[in-house]
Antibody, heavy 122, light 108 residues
Framework: EVQLVQSGAEVKKPGESLKISCKGS????????IGWVRQMPGKGLEWMGI????????RYSPSFQGQVTISADKSISTAYLQWSSLKASDTAMYYC???????????????WGQGTLVTVSS | DIQMTQSPSSLSASVGDRVTITCQAS??????LNWYQQKPGKAPKLLIY???NLETGVPSRFSGSGSGTDFTFTISSLQPEDIATYYC??????????FGQGTKLEIK
């Protein structure tokens, strides 16, 4: 069974650093891209970026480039999303999701993690 | 950047009603559009891919259509468990993705 299990909720202060995780199981972790999606309180979904754990090829949405870092450790089938200096505006639910490309120009996210709630408050 | 405009932003319908949500792209995206369902407090779930293909295990009352810039998502007979927010997502300029702003569906 394919599963993406994310790390638990975090409460941080502005200026602190944070790294949240997404552990894949039940499939070949190095063969599928993992994407990250932000959902601010009461708002919609925003695509942040994506990583291919096989070679760590990473792409960012222009809106998030330079604001976060996406990485992966294929030895433990885990992808990460990290911040070096959190802001209150980073308060949101963050989801990881597995990207599937079953055919040319057929592309979607088929399995999602349960979400990690990040709260940044002084 | 490709912008996705969903409408309505919210709607209220009765059990058994036919429900339609539209999604308009700011430029031609062929059929490179997916639909997701997000129930309160849960992660999104893929329902429709390539504009009109039903994901395995998704009830047949859900359907999608359209190509180019105009897309439609339909629930043929609304059920109580369909209460959720629905999002379209384009993938024309890979690996960049854009979600619509969502449509919150409530039972009347």
């Amino acid at each position: 069974e394919v599963q993406l299990v994310q790390s638990g909720a975090e409460v941080k202060k502005p200026g602190e650093s944070l790294k949240i995780s997404c552990k894949g199981s039940g499939y070949s972790f190095t063969s599928y891209w993992i994407g990250w999606v932000r959902q601010m309180p009461g708002k919609g979904l925003e695509w942040m970026g994506i990583i291919y754990p096989g070679d760590s090829d990473t792409r960012y949405s222009p809106s998030f480039q330079g604001q976060v870092t996406i990485s992966a450790d294929k030895s433990i089938s885990t992808a990460y999303l990290q911040w070096s200096s959190l802001k209150a505006s980073d308060t949101a639910m963050y989801y990881c999701a597995r990207r599937v490309v079953p055919a040319p120009m057929r592309d979607y996210f088929d399995y999602w993690g349960q979400g990690t709630l990040v709260t940044v408050s002084s | 950047d490709i912008q996705m405009t969903q409408s309505p932003s919210s709607l209220s319908a009765s059990v058994g009603d036919r429900v339609t949500i539209t999604c308009q792209a700011s430029q031609d995206i062929s059929n490179y559009l997916n639909w997701y369902q997000q129930k309160p407090g849960k992660a999104p779930k893929l329902l429709i891919y390539d504009a009109s293909n039903l994901e395995t295990g998704v009830p047949s009352r859900f359907s999608g259509s359209g190509s180019g810039t105009d897309f439609t998502f339909t629930i043929s007979s609304l059920q109580p468990e369909d209460i959720a927010t629905y999002y379209c997502q384009q993938y024309d300029n890979l690996p960049m993705y854009t979600f619509g702003q969502g449509t919150k569906l409530e039972i009347k």
